[in-house]
């Protein structure tokens, strides 16, 4: 074996080991931040995505163009079946007349967010946003949420949080 090659050979192996000692070290010093992953898929007459509840819950949602309903669970750990049920309609905070718009088309996404609710209300970790693809007005919906109704079932209306409209600014869902 060549002196050069011994030499590059110790020196990867001494950075494998420092990089080993210090990695160790960082993972005690800090714990590494939790990712939180959503998804969601749009057709021709449902979106559908979930959203970060809570820690270790999920919730599932659709939104049907038709009807404007936007719907969603929780599901329970024992058993795992969807206790905690979500309602709302949209039509309206979107200023859509029910029937008068042909073939409405929407987009349905989750953002994680720290949110309070009305006097007494508590939040769900995440947002629902919902935008009319022909106009981009967007609602945000908070989802009533606390630990207790993790098991517990139950039926609780979606919250209109704020509207933004991008032909024309913002301004408070009535």
Same mark, same amino acid.
């Given at each position: +074996?060549?002196?050069? $090659?011994? $030499?590059?050979?110790?020196?990867?192996?001494?950075?494998?080991?420092?990089?080993?000692?210090?990695?160790?070290?960082?993972?005690?010093? #800090?714990? /590494?931040?939790?990712?939180?992953?959503?998804?969601?898929?749009?057709?021709?007459?449902?979106?559908?995505? *979930?959203? @970060?509840? =809570?820690?270790?819950?999920?919730?599932?949602?659709?939104? =049907?163009?038709? *009807?404007?309903? %936007?719907?969603?669970?929780?599901?329970?750990?024992?058993?795992?079946?969807?206790?905690?049920? @979500?309602?709302? &309609?949209?039509?309206? =905070?979107?200023?859509?007349?029910?029937?008068?718009?042909? &073939?409405?088309?929407?987009?349905?996404?989750?953002?994680?967010?720290?949110?309070?609710?009305?006097?007494?209300?508590? +939040?769900?970790?995440?947002? /629902? @946003?919902?935008?009319?693809?022909?106009?981009?007005? *967007?609602?945000? @919906?908070?989802?009533?949420? &606390? $630990?207790?109704? #993790?098991? *517990?079932?139950? +039926?609780?209306?979606? +919250?209109? %949080? =704020?509207?933004?409209?991008?032909?024309?600014?913002?301004?408070?869902?009535?």
């Amino acid at each position: +074996m060549h002196i050069r $090659s011994l $030499s590059g050979l110790l020196v990867v192996a001494a950075a494998s080991v420092a990089g080993a000692v210090i990695g160790g070290l960082m993972l005690r010093a #800090a714990p /590494l931040p939790r990712a939180h992953a959503a998804s969601s898929l749009v057709e021709e007459s449902f979106a559908v995505c *979930t959203a @970060y509840i =809570d820690d270790g819950i999920e919730g599932f949602f659709v939104l =049907d163009f038709e *009807t404007g309903d %936007l719907s969603g669970g929780v599901l329970g750990q024992t058993p795992l079946k969807f206790t905690r049920a @979500y309602r709302h &309609n949209v039509l309206k =905070d979107l200023d859509i007349k029910a029937g008068k718009v042909k &073939n409405p088309r929407f987009t349905l996404l989750s953002g994680v967010a720290a949110v309070g609710g009305p006097a007494g209300t508590t +939040m769900a970790q995440s947002v /629902l @946003y919902v935008t009319d693809v022909s106009t981009g007005v *967007t609602v945000a @919906y908070g989802i009533p949420w &606390n $630990s207790q109704m #993790a098991g *517990t079932p139950g +039926m609780s209306e979606l +919250m209109p %949080l =704020d509207i933004a409209k991008p032909r024309g600014g913002g301004a408070k869902v009535r």
